[in-house]
């Protein structure tokens, strides 16, 4: 059996109205169902709450996807009931189903059961996670991206289709329906105009048959600047029709850097010709900002500003097995130099010029150190 259960506590009266975004949980292990709930309950995403749909087999996963079409993101184990049952459900959704817009996250706590890139390139997985990986806040971090990824990839599909809609009747009906189709493409670009994203249409000579408000201010002096200055939103569409996405950086008109992620989709002619690209972009600069500032608090002593106990253990880690690229550089894998270091007389300080000293004589010591390391030298509290 499976069991819709919504994570944490009920919405307030201001946000009631809006339903919570549905996580579907694959997983034949009943401590990961109750685990992920609690990892989510206390996050929200645009004023909506997770909801945990769970399914404890692939046959029981199988039989929700066939009632559900609005299932944002699925986080599947690979090993339940077959030693593959996750990854025959990723060929049911994206193959039997045809569900291109469900972002699957794979996750296993034996990743030697499925190479990442192996899986990756063969059942169209979005991303592949070990179950120890998914801290709360890692978790909250793949659910919004998948969450955001499948929320385009739902706007392109929707323009797109109203686009061929568009193409179809023109093509079709242009005398007799010139003024129809002339209204319809206004409210079409009015409603392009409005969105906060950038939007474009390229058509098949290359050319950029519409763009939108959000488009022109991040490219200000052209469109073709589009092309010069990022190249990688202008690359021609893979074999297929399916839409396809991507992360690139751009300057914004002010000199900042942006990070974007761009999903695109050819546009077909009714006899199957190539008509042009669509595209839209999503800026998450300030997610990946706030994805390094969380990497930087998990390995950084606050005081001192050097690593902490927890980041040095597992430098030194991987550099005694020889993960670590920074081993070549040293003294070959396998083989570090540790020294360790304590301040004298430290209690005299903190118990006769207080606390605040020693955080001080803390800081002047690491500084100091830190002053006549080597490039390839770290330095832990």
Not at 196 to 215: H, I, M, Q, T
Not at 270 to 279: E, K, L, Q, R, S
């Amino acid at each position: 059996m499976f069991e819709n259960e919504e994570a944490g506590p009920a919405p307030q009266p201001s946000s009631a109205a809006l339903a919570p975004w549905p996580v579907l949980v694959v997983d034949d292990d009943e401590q990961v169902h109750a685990m992920t709930r609690v990892l989510l309950k206390d996050f929200e995403f645009e004023g909506r709450r997770f909801a945990i749909v769970s399914a404890f087999s692939a046959s029981e996963a199988q039989a929700i996807l066939a009632e559900r079409t609005d299932l944002p993101v699925a986080l599947l184990d690979v090993v339940m009931e077959t030693q593959d049952a996750g990854l025959r459900l990723v060929h049911h959704i994206r193959r039997d189903l045809g569900n291109r817009h469900i972002r699957i996250i794979l996750r296993t706590g034996q990743p030697g059961q499925a190479p990442e890139r192996e899986a990756i390139v063969a059942y169209d997985i979005n991303d592949y996670k070990s179950k120890a990986e998914l801290t709360a806040q890692k978790l909250f971090t793949s659910i919004v991206g998948a969450v955001r990824g499948w929320r385009d990839l739902v706007t392109i599909e929707t323009l797109n289709q109203s686009l061929e809609r568009r193409v179809t009747e023109r093509t079709a009906e242009l005398e007799r329906k010139t003024a129809l189709a002339d209204e319809q493409f206004r409210f079409i670009q009015n409603l392009v105009e409005l969105m906060p994203s950038p939007v474009w249409y390229k058509d098949a000579a290359g050319r950029y048959a519409l763009c939108n408000r959000a488009f022109r201010d991040l490219f200000p002096n052209s469109a073709d600047e589009f092309d010069s200055r990022a190249q990688p939103l202008t690359e021609q569409a893979p074999a297929g029709t399916d839409a396809f996405s991507f992360e690139t950086s751009v300057a914004s008109p002010n000199g900042d850097l942006r990070e974007l992620l761009v999903v695109k989709r050819p546009l077909s002619t009714p006899d199957g010709g190539v008509a042009g690209v669509i595209g839209i972009a999503t800026d998450i600069t300030e997610r990946r900002r706030m994805e390094r500032e969380l990497q930087r608090l998990a390995t950084t002593d606050p005081l001192s500003g050097a690593h902490n106990r927890r980041h040095i253990l597992d430098l030194l880690e991987r550099l005694l097995t020889g993960e670590s690229a920074a081993a070549d550089v040293r003294s070959g894998p396998g083989v570090a130099c540790l020294v360790m270091l304590d301040i004298d007389h430290f209690k005299r300080i903190n118990d006769e010029l207080g606390h605040g000293a020693g955080d001080i004589a803390i800081r002047s010591v690491v500084e100091e150190i830190r002053s006549n390391l080597r490039i390839t030298d770290e330095i832990g509290r």
